[in-house]
C-alpha cells in the first residue's frame, strides 16, 4: 500500500468537505422584547452574520427562521415580544408547538435544541410583571420537553449591574439551565476608555455541557468566541481516533501495514479542520503531511512511513520483527492531532498564515511542532 503526499492531502480535502456537509443542524429560539441587543448576540457568537440579512422565512405568524446555505444553524426569532397579553400567550403556544413537533420527528436537524431568552441589563426593571409569568408558564411547560434554556442578560454594563441582576434572576428559581450575563461587543465609552466584551465563552462552555455528543462539533464549526472550546473537542477528536484505530491493546503494527494507519489520520485531520470552522488549502495540507508523516520524501509507503517516524524519536518503540508497537503508533498519532491543532491555533490567532507554511521556514515550524508533541507525549 502507497500514499502520494499529493494523494493524501486530496483525501484530506475530501473528508473535510464530507464532515462539513453532514455536520447535524443546530436549532435555537431565541426570546426576548425588542432592542434587547438579540442580532447583535447571535452575529457576535456566530462566524455567519444570519441576522444582518433582515429576512427570515415565516414559520408561523409570529416566528421566523434565519438560517444560510451550507451553515448548519437555524435561529427561530419571535419579533414584537413585549406587545399584548393575547399576542404573547399565542406566541407561548408556537414555541411550544415548535419544540413538540421536532420533538416528535425524531429528527436531530428538526429537533430545537436551546432556548435564549434575553433580557436588557439596561433595563431599569429585571421584569415587567407579565415576562415574569409567561417565563415561569413557559418553562414550567417546556419541563415536559427539557430543552435547555438560558437566560442571558444581554448589554451587561457596568458589569456590578449585570451580576446583581443574575442574582436577582437566579433568585426566581426558573426552571433553566443558566443565567448569563454577557457584553456581546466591546463598548468604548469614549476615545480613552473600552469596556471589552465578555461572557460569550461561557455561553459556549455552557452549551457544550447541554447539547448531545451529535452536536458537539456543529457548535465548535459555527462558533467564533471560544478558541479553547474549539481546542478542547479537536483533543477529544484525536484521543477518541487513537482508541478507535489501534484499541486498548494498542496491538503492534507491521511495517507494511503501517500506511494503513493514513485513513484514520486523515480523518482525524479532518474532523478537527471542521471543528476550526476555518477554510485549509490543498497547499497547508500538502505542507503539513510532508513534514510529519511524509518527512523521508515524495511517497509514503507503509514501510517509509515507520522507519521514518523511528527515526525521529529512536527513544520510543523499536522495531522487532518488522513491527512497530501500537503503543508508538498511538503516540505518533497523537502528536500528529495535537500538531494540527496547534498550527490552526496559530492560524486562527493571526500569528501565522497558511501561505507562510509553503516555504522551507514554514515546513520546519512545522516539523518542530510535530517533534515537541512527540517529547511531550513520551
Same mark, same amino acid.
Given at each position: ?281 490543498? $497547499?497547508? *495540507? ?8 511524509? !518527512?523521508? @520524501?515524495? &511517497?509514503?509507503? /507503509?514501510? +517509509?512511513?515507520? $522507519?521514518? *517516524? ?8 523499536? !522495531?522487532? @520483527?518488522? &513491527?512497530?508497537? /501500537?503503543? +508508538? ?20 490567532? /493571526? ?28
Amino acid at each position: 500500500m502507497e500514499y502520494h503526499l499529493e494523494q493524501v492531502a486530496a483525501k484530506c480535502i475530501q473528508e473535510i468537505n464530507h464532515k462539513i456537509r453532514n455536520l447535524q443542524k443546530l436549532n435555537i429560539i431565541i426570546l426576548g422584547k425588542s432592542g434587547v441587543g438579540k442580532s447583535t448576540l447571535i452575529n457576535s457568537v456566530f462566524r455567519e452574520n444570519l441576522a444582518a440579512t433582515g429576512i427570515g422565512r415565516p414559520v408561523t405568524q409570529e416566528i421566523r427562521s434565519y438560517t444560510k446555505p451550507d451553515f448548519p444553524l437555524t435561529i427561530y426569532d419571535t419579533p414584537g415580544f413585549e406587545l399584548s397579553k393575547e399576542q404573547q400567550d399565542k406566541t407561548k403556544q408556537e414555541v411550544l408547538q415548535l419544540i413538540r413537533d421536532g420533538s416528535s420527528s425524531n429528527d436531530i436537524n428538526k429537533a430545537i435544541h436551546c432556548i435564549w431568552y434575553c433580557i436588557n441589563v439596561g433595563s431599569n426593571r429585571t421584569f415587567d410583571s407579565f415576562e415574569e409569568e409567561w417565563l415561569r408558564e413557559f418553562t414550567e411547560e417546556n419541563k415536559i420537553t427539557k430543552v435547555p434554556i438560558f437566560i442571558i442578560l444581554t448589554q451587561g454594563c457596568p458589569k456590578k449591574k449585570a451580576l446583581e441582576m443574575q442574582k436577582l434572576v437566579e433568585a426566581e428559581n426558573f426552571h433553566v439551565s443558566k443565567v448569563i450575563p454577557v457584553l456581546a461587543q466591546d463598548m468604548e465609552l469614549d476615545e480613552d476608555y473600552v469596556i471589552k466584551s465578555y461572557g460569550l465563552d461561557t455561553l459556549i462552555e455552557l452549551m457544550t455541557q447541554v447539547l448531545p455528543d451529535d452536536l458537539q462539533d456543529t457548535l465548535q464549526n459555527i462558533q467564533k468566541v471560544s478558541l479553547d472550546a474549539k481546542k478542547k473537542r479537536a483533543q477529544a477528536i484525536v484521543a477518541a481516533s487513537v482508541a478507535a484505530a489501534f484499541g486498548e491493546g494498542f496491538a503492534p503494527v507491521p511495517f507494511a501495514d503501517a500506511a494503513m494507519l493514513v485513513p484514520t489520520q486523515v480523518t482525524m485531520l479532518a474532523s478537527i479542520t471542521a471543528v476550526f470552522g476555518m477554510n485549509v488549502s490543498k $497547499s497547508l *495540507l500538502t505542507c503539513f503531511v510532508s513534514s510529519t508523516i511524509g !518527512a523521508g @520524501g515524495a &511517497t509514503v509507503l /507503509g514501510r +517509509t512511513i515507520a $522507519s521514518n *517516524l523511528l527515526k525521529l524519536i529512536p527513544a520510543v518503540g523499536t !522495531a522487532i @520483527g518488522g &513491527t512497530i508497537s /501500537g503503543a +508508538t503508533a498511538g503516540l505518533l498519532t497523537t502528536a500528529l492531532g495535537e500538531a494540527y491543532i496547534k498550527i490552526l491555533e496559530m492560524i486562527y490567532k /493571526g500569528e501565522m498564515k497558511q501561505e507562510e507554511l509553503d516555504s522551507p521556514e514554514g515546513q520546519k515550524k512545522i516539523k518542530d511542532i510535530f517533534l515537541e508533541m512527540l517529547k511531550k507525549k513520551k
